[in-house]
């Protein structure tokens, strides 16, 4: 079989280490070995968000929606309320999360490909003090713009809130540090820009709030957080079967990461980046938000107007790469994505190059 280069934002191209990892002998997953797999993977979760001796890391095994849910579903009692800020499709992804457990909220909701407005956010912070915690989207995927976290955790801490961050598309990818941040509640997954798999998703949260929860506050059976981190304090558990295999695929990810080191990553990314921005804007193609508001994984990019974004994007994949059509309204604007996350580096960057140009 031919190989398909993953120029989208998951899943992702991977290390052939994470692949044979998979392959791993069978262990039981209430065993010794598995708690020593726990907990490893989780110490090096924990590196990944810069986190101190406060912060708890936990594993699910689900999606990146999986981990967002496991906190929002989690973590309040009758009466409190989320602020949320959203400005994309994953925004209104944790709208759909407390939409469904009929959790309250502020909105905060701007234009997809618009800043959020700091001042809009602590007006409404400032009035309703039964909000709780703020919530929003570290990489909001979809227009690949990087949200301002710093300034609304400096807000949280202001204020006197918790802050739940979806660094699903961000974690390995952004520099996070959830003790600057202020971040209280930061989750991931595998299969983006750490370079393991889809499935195995995490939270990494404060202890002493973790230590406040308690499995009925939990609306969820499964994605309790409560549930998970008394496993994970216990015995290095999960309170359910996880997807073992994913665990494995998983901690090597990571292990390859810190080899690296993160830093290093992070800079391989921006690199990609650069090379993919540059070729294409000789290409004459024109990008959704200015350079400096991107993130180093995702590029959002408009096709020349005429093109056809199926028959661009159906191309692309005969010629062995395959890129993301846009979101909501950037479909119709004719906007696909390119990422370079994961097992991507500057030469693939320069063939894919190559073929876009043949294929626009």
């Not at 992804?93 to 909701?109: A, E, F, W």
Request: glycine content about 8%; hydrophobic content about 40%; some cysteine.
């Amino acid at each position: 079989m031919s190989k398909t280069f993953l120029f989208s934002p998951g899943p992702v191209m991977v290390g052939e280490n994470v692949r044979q990892s998979l392959t791993h002998y069978d262990i039981c997953h209430r065993s010794p070995e598995f708690e020593e797999l726990y907990k490893d993977t989780t110490d090096k979760i924990n590196k990944l968000f810069k986190a101190d001796d406060s912060y708890r890391s936990v594993i699910i095994s689900g999606s990146g929606t999986a981990a967002n849910e496991t906190v929002l579903a989690s973590i309040f009692k009758d009466g409190e309320k989320a602020l949320l800020i959203r400005n994309g499709e994953f925004g209104n992804r944790l709208k759909q999360i407390l939409d469904q457990y009929k959790i309250g909220y502020v909105d905060c909701s701007f234009e997809w490909g618009k800043l959020p407005d700091l001042d809009a956010v602590e007006k409404a912070l400032a009035a309703d003090k039964a909000v709780k915690v703020i919530c929003m989207v570290f990489h909001e995927t979809s227009s690949c713009m990087i949200n301002p976290v710093k300034a609304v955790g400096d807000l949280a801490d202001k204020y006197g809130k918790m802050f739940m961050v979806d660094c699903v598309s961000a974690a390995a990818g952004q520099d996070i540090d959830v003790v600057d941040m202020h971040i209280t509640f930061a989750t991931s997954v595998g299969g983006k820009c750490v370079g393991a798999y889809p499935g195995s998703a995490y939270v990494c949260a404060r202890e002493n709030v973790l230590k406040t929860l308690t499995p009925e506050m939990g609306r969820n059976v499964y994605l309790n957080l409560a549930r998970h981190y008394q496993a994970a304090a216990k015995n290095n558990q999960t309170p359910n079967t996880p997807n073992v295999n994913l665990f494995w695929a998983l901690n090597t990810a990571l292990t390859n990461i810190l080899d690296e080191g993160l830093d290093n990553q992070i800079a391989r990314y921006k690199e990609c980046a650069r090379v993919l921005r540059d070729g294409m804007k000789e290409l004459g193609l024109k990008f959704l938000l200015p350079e400096e508001q991107m993130s180093n994984t995702v590029t959002s990019v408009f096709l020349p107007e005429g093109d056809d974004l199926e028959e661009f994007i159906a191309k692309m994949s005969d010629a062995g790469y395959t890129v993301y059509a846009g979101k909501g309204i950037f479909y119709d604007m004719g906007m696909f994505q390119v990422a370079n996350m994961g097992e991507i580096y500057t030469d693939d960057c320069k063939e894919f190059l190559k073929a876009l140009e043949k294929c626009l």
